[in-house]
């Protein structure tokens, strides 16, 4: 972790502020940073001028990449002329929200009244709903599946976590029941973030298998019935080695855009696998799940 030098910090009981070279460490520690939490950052306007260790640069001049935030990251006192960096390395500018000031926009807002700028209670207040609902990952995850699911009743859903998709059967609850709604509801709101690995292909490998479930709670309850499974992950796997189950090739003779015969146990080949696959070869007749007609055409949608 790099600190800049200037920023205010708690220490012995009292404020003090970093020197003039940046702070780091790679050690845990327990640090009080003064900061104001109503900011963030909007792409600087094209053709400013800034340095990055001394070198001269322009904003969105073409020669940014992601080496400069890198090196932006490590040491954060190389920059000058511009208050911050993005991770693809384009010039970002400081917003801070407060009393007297307006906040412009691109007219792309539906929560201010004009179509140009935000008064200081309308920023403010968005600040506020994108805290209380958006700032961390787990809280992004509810609130996008409350909305995708508001107003929708003619499905059965239930989650699993990719760090711990064994822990037991799907429930599978019915949206057109209120009470079955209202216990999803709870599982998602309650659902609190997990610290560990990224286990994507094990987590979309146990998807397949509830599906594969038979007798009293079942997922799949019909031969015609149309079944998805959708992965939310906050990056790629970091799995090094994969249980031997995973050996299939399920993508390899596929052709575009699902054919990868170069990687072996992708998503995409579990996927594959699974599409291909009977779920529920008790279940007749065989063939019944509907098919878009669109997958007659001679070029059809991957979607």
């Known amino acids: 972790m790099a600190i800049p030098a200037g920023v205010r910090h708690h220490i012995n009981r009292r404020w003090v502020s970093f020197n003039t070279t940046t702070w780091s ?4 520690q327990n640090m009080g940073v003064r900061y104001f939490p109503a900011t963030y950052y909007i ?5 400013a001028r800034y340095q990055l260790n001394s070198t001269a640069r322009t904003c969105n001049g073409g020669n940014q990449t992601s080496d400069d935030y890198a090196a932006y990251e490590q040491d954060p ?6 208050d911050s960096l993005g991770p693809d390395g384009r010039c970002l500018t400081e917003v801070q929200i407060r009393p007297g000031s307006d906040y412009a926009h691109d007219g792309g807002r539906t929560d201010c009244e004009s179509s140009s700028a935000c008064t200081y209670a309308e920023e403010i207040q968005n600040f506020a709903n994108w805290y209380s609902y958006y700032r961390k990952r787990d809280l992004t995850l509810r609130a996008s599946l409350g909305h995708a699911l ?3 009743s003619s499905l059965r859903v239930d989650t699993l976590t990719i760090n711990f998709p064994d822990a ?3 429930a599978m609850r019915d949206l057109s029941v209120t009470s079955e709604r209202s216990a999803l509801y709870d599982e998602l709101y309650d659902f609190v973030g997990i610290n560990g690995a990224t286990p994507n292909r094990v987590g979309l490998n146990a998807v397949g298998r509830q599906y594969m479930r038979t007798g009293e709670g079942a997922p799949i309850t019909e031969a015609c019935q149309q079944n998805f499974g959708l992965l939310f992950t906050d990056g790629f796997t970091n799995q090094p080695l994969l249980p031997s189950e995973f050996s299939w090739e399920g993508d390899d003779n596929e052709e575009a855009p699902y054919g990868d015969p170069d990687s072996s146990r992708t998503l995409g080949d579990i996927a594959m696998h699974y599409y291909k696959t009977n779920l529920r070869p008790d279940l007749t007749p065989l063939g019944a799940v509907p098919v878009s007609r669109d997958c ?3 070029n059809p949608s991957p979607s």
């Open 25 to 28: 460490t790679r050690d845990t």
């Open 296 to 298: 007659d055409s001679e």
């Open 168 to 170: 037991g059967e799907t």
């Open 43 to 47: 792409a600087a306007a094209e053709g």
């Open 77 to 82: 006192s190389i920059l000058t002329g511009v």
């Open 150 to 152: 508001d107003g929708i």
